[in-house]
Structures are given as structure tokens and as C-alpha cells.
């Protein structure tokens, strides 16, 4: 194992976890790549080693959704003797209509892939930051995260979470040397919608909605080194958050349904 720093990065099969890895990777950390594709996994540690000379790249499959996935990767990091300096939880998906008539362990399972398995993964890897003196978290929450939206009862009050988390998590250790910053998108160009099946709503909406995946983790590792605690991702959201925000005008927000 060599002196670099080391990032973990989970959902890093595709879109915003795949730059995250590819731009840690070239600012000279070796990465842990966390998804349940370990075939793209594979496929992105090879181009990574190849393309940025020395990296070190540990694969770990797990599905975050699953209760004992947390402790998983903390056991497989440990016994291969490896620290964890940057944790990106970034892992995420649409998830479960709450009104469809799905089973309700659906609905706990979502929750645990976009909630309890970021606590868990920060109470698990934060504490060694705490005593190295040093550390970086970036939760990847969203723009939904900042507002009240019909049909979002599961995925923007997870997002919201996330925020609360890090703010609190954020002000328990930063005069410890370590950094959490919840990090909120808009519309990024990912697997995300896709995967959804809203392809649609990408079709419909205006261009310069969307940003590129390259701009927001650029922003997200700028905000984290900086020691921000909620950063809200490309200039158009962070001009649109103050009024989301706002006793005053949020409430104009909440008459779209
Ligand atoms: N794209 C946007 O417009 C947008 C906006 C705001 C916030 N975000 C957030 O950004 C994060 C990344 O999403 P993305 O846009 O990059 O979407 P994406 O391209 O669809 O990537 C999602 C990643 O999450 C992983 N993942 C999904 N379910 C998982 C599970 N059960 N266990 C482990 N890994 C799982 C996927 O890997 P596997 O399928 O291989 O497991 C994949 O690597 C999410 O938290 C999302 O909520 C996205």
C-alpha cells in the first residue's frame, strides 16, 4: 500500500460515483469502487490503472439496500489493511412509488440504501478520521433535498436527511480536521433518469437545467475541501435556493404540484 490517500466511493459503477472515482483517481488517491456491477467495477479500475500510473483500485460488490452491506465493506477495507481518508457516499436511485402497492420491505429497503447505510458508513470511517486528524465526506444529497415536491415521499425527504446529517456530522468534527459536506445537485446528466424511465422528462426540459456530471464533482471536491456543510450544485440552483429557502417565497414553490 503506498502513501496516497484513499478515496471510497460507492455507486461508483456509473454517472456522478464514476467521475468522483475518475477525478480522485487523477488528483492521485487510490480508490475503493463500491457498486453491485462488479463487472463495470472491474472495467473502470483497469482504464483507471492504466491511465493514472500507480493507482491502487479495490473492487467491493455490495448492495446497499441490504441491512448487512455497511459492516461488509468495512470488514473487506479492514482486512486489506487499507484507511479510508475520502467516504463519498453517493449510491442512490429513484425508488419505490409510494402509493403503488409495493410490498412495504421495498420501502425499507430503499430507505436503507439512501439513508441508514450513509449513517452507517460515517459512523463506521469517521471515527479514524477523527484521530488521524483528517478526513473528507461528501454525502451526495440533491436539490430535492431543499424542497417539498408532490410524488417525492420517499426520495426528497431522503435527501433531506442527508442534509441534517452532514450539518450535524459536519459542526460534531470539523475542528478534528475532518470535512462533511451534503452535496445537492439538480438535473446531471447520469444514468439516473434512465434507469428511472424518465428518459422523458429530459427530453422536455430546457438544456441549461442540466449540468454535467464533471461540473458537479468538481464543485462537490472544491465545497468539501473548503469545509462547506450543504453545497448546492451549479449556479442556476444556487440562485434558485435562497427562494426555496425563504419564509417568503417558498411558498410560491410549494403551489407547483
Ligand atoms: N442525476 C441527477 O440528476 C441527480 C441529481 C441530484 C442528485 N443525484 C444523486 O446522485 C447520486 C448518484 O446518482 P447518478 O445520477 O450518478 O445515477 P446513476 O448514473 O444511475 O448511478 C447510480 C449509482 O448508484 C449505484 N446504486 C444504485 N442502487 C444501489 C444499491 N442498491 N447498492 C449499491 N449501489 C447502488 C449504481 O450502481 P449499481 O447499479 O451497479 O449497484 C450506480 O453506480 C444519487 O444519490 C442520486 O440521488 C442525482
Redesign the pocket.
Known sequence: MTDRLTALI?????????EFARQLAAAGCNLIL????VD?LQDSAAHFREQFRGVEVLCIE????RAE?PEHIYTVVRDHGWQVDYLVN????AGPDFFGHQPWADHLAYLR??QTSVAELCYRFIPAMVERGFGRVIN?????GRMAAANSCH?GPT?TYLIALSEALGLSVRARGVHVTAL??????????A?AGLDELKRSTPSLIWYS?GTVVREGLRAVEKGRLVYVSGRLYRWLDPLLQSVWTRWLFLRVD
Open positions: 460507492t455507486g461508483a459503477s456509473a454517472g456522478l460515483g464514476k463500491v457498486a453491485r456491477r463495470r455490495a448492495d446497499l439496500s452491506a453517493n449510491a442512490g436511485a440504501l439512501m451526495v444529497s440533491s436539490v430535492s426520495y435527501k445537492c445537485p439538480g438535473f446531471t446528466h447520469t444514468d439516473f433518469h434507469t456530471a
